[in-house]
């Protein structure tokens, strides 16, 4: 498995934007497509983006589409989603997660490895 570690969460205002960032331990970051979901509590984990293990593919959820963009820098073993225009709706713990595979899937049971997580909250 994969050790991960999440950052770049925070309170931003409608609008705005933010930056997510996520360390992956291991030698086998470049193989595996990495992800992003985020869960509000209550409710069920629910599927961001994700990139393929070469950074060629990525695949987004309807709801974060043309807003979110996800990318990664293999020599540095870190994944990252860039969060724009913000809405209120998008406050959740943002999670990173690892695949078992290189080609992209949004199935979260594809995914083996899971960060803690970073607090995005949106105001209004």
């Known amino acids: 498995q994969v050790q991960l570690v999440e950052s770049g969460g925070g309170l931003v205002q409608a609008g705005g934007s933010l930056r997510l960032s996520c360390a992956a331990s291991g030698r086998t970051f470049s193989s595996r497509a990495m992800g992003w979901v985020r869960q509000v509590p209550g409710k069920e984990r629910e599927f961001v983006a994700v990139?393929?293990?070469?950074?060629?593919?990525?695949y987004y959820a309807d709801s974060v589409k043309g807003r979110f963009t996800i990318s990664r820098e293999n020599g540095k073993n870190t994944v990252y989603l860039q969060l724009n225009s913000l809405k209120p709706e998008a406050t959740a713990n943002y999670a990173c997660a690892a695949s078992t595979q290189s080609t992209v899937s949004r199935k979260i049971s594809d995914f083996d490895s899971w960060g803690q997580g970073t607090q995005v909250t949106v105001s209004s």
């Open positions: 990139i393929s293990g070469s950074g060629t593919f990525t």
